[in-house]
C-alpha cells in the first residue's frame, strides 16, 4: 500500500535531522512566533478568505495594501505585488504584464520554465543567450555583462532582456552593468531574483536588483526567508513600467482565494527580517565561513568567488568516487542530511537565516565522516561539448498548442520539436518546443545518456522517439 500524503510528510519530517532545502524556515526552525501560531487551531480560526474584512490581494486597498508598500521600501522598489503562486507566478506576471503579443524577449538558455510558460501565454517570442558554464564543476554560473550586449545587438527589437541573479548556485550578475547597457537601448531589464529575497538584509552582500536598476524583480521569499512555501513577492520600479497593468495582470493570473495564511506569511517574514535580519547574519557569517574552512581542510572542492552568495555551498562530491545523486541519497539515510541539489559532481546546500552552529556542524561532521574512508582523486570533467542553440521556427505559443507526432528520435534531424529535453548537468535546454532538432543534438543527448546523464522533458526516458510538431 502507498503511503498517504499527509504520512509521507511525517515521514520525511521525522526522518530529517538537518535540511539544507527551502523553505526558509527550515522545517519549522527559524519560525517566527506569528507564524508558528497561524498553524495552530487558533490559526485555522482565521484561514477564511473574506475580502471585506482582510483586504483583496487581487486589488488591495487596506492591511495587503500597506504590506505591499512596507515591503517595497525594503528593497528599494517603487512597488511591490505580494504573490501566491511561488515566483512561477511573479515571472508569469512580470513577462505578461511589460510585453505584448509579437513581442520579443531576450533571456538565457537555462531561464525557469515559468518564463517559457508565460512566452506561451503572452504570443511572445524568445532569443536566447548562454550563460557562462563552469566547466570544473559542470554548473551553469551566470550571465555576463557582455553576453547581454551582444544578444541585444542581435535582436535590436526586443522590448526586454530577463536575466537570473543571484543563479540557484549564488553567483551574482552585474545588474548596474547590465542595466545601463539594457536602458541604453530603450529596452526593460527584468531580473529573476528568486534565489536572492535576503540580499537587503545581509551585510556586505549586493543589494537587491530593484535598486539597482532593474526595472521589476521577482523574489522567493518562501525559497530563503521564512515566508511559507508559494509567498513570493514582484518588485517594480516605475519609471519604464505601468503598475496598473502589472497589478491587473497579477490579478488576472491569481486565484479569487488567495490563501491569507501566505499572505500574511510574507509580511511576517518582512517583519522578522527587519526586526532580527542584522543580528541573524551577523551571527552566520563567521560560522559559515569556518564550516567552508572546515571542509575544504578536509579536503573537499567548494565553489568560490567574490562574487558568490555564501549562503550558497556547492561542494564537489564527485572527487570522492561518488556521484552526487548517490551522496545525497546516503546523506539522508545515515545522517539524516537533506541537501537541496545534487547532481553528477555535486551537491548544493542552501543555508538560511534559520541554520545555527549546531545545524552547520551537523552538515561538517556528516560530510567528513561520509568521505572518512574514500580516497581523493581527480574527476574526469571531460565532457561532451553542448550543442549550438538550435534554430527557432515557431512561436512558444504555437509550438504549446500544435498537433503533434511520435518519431524515433535518431531519424528526427530537421523536425520540429513539441518537446523540452534539459540535460542536468548541466542543466541548459537543448531543446525547447518549437526548435529544430539537429543532427548535434541527437548526438549529444544519445552520448550523455550512455554516461547515465539524466535528460528530463523527453516524454520517452528510453530516448527512442521524440514528439514533434506535425
Ligand atoms: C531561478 C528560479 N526562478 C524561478 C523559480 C520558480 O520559483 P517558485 O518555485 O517559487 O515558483 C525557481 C524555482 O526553483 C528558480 O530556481
Known sequence: MTEKTYEAMERYGRDVRAAFHTPGHKMGLGAHERLRRLLTEEGLRQEVNVTDALDDLNSPTGAIKDAEEFAAKLYGADRSLFMVNGTTGAIQTMVLGALKDGDLLIAPRNAHRSVFGAAALAGIDIAYMSPEINEDFQIIEEVRTETVRKAIEEHPTAK???IISPTYYGRFSDIEGIAKVVHEHNMLLLVDEAHGPHLPFVPGLPKSAISRGADLVASSTHKILGALTQGSILFVNEDRVDFKKMAQTAAMLTTTSPNQLIVASLEIAMEQMVKYGKEY???????????????????FEILEGEDLDPFKLTVRISDFGVS????DKILIDKYGVAAELSNLHNLLFLITYADNEETLGILKNSLIDFIKDKEKHGVNMDFPKLPKIPPSKILPRKAFFADFKEVPFKESAGQVSAEEITSYPPGIPLIHPGEVITKEIIKYAKEVHSLGIKLVGFGDHTLETVRVIR
Open 160 to 162: 526586454a532582456v530577463l
Open 324 to 327: 552526487g545523486k548517490k551522496a
Open 281 to 299: 547574519f551577523t551571527k552566520l557569517l563567521p560560522l559559515i565561513a569556518d564550516l567552508q574552512k572546515g571542509l575544504k581542510k578536509a579536503g
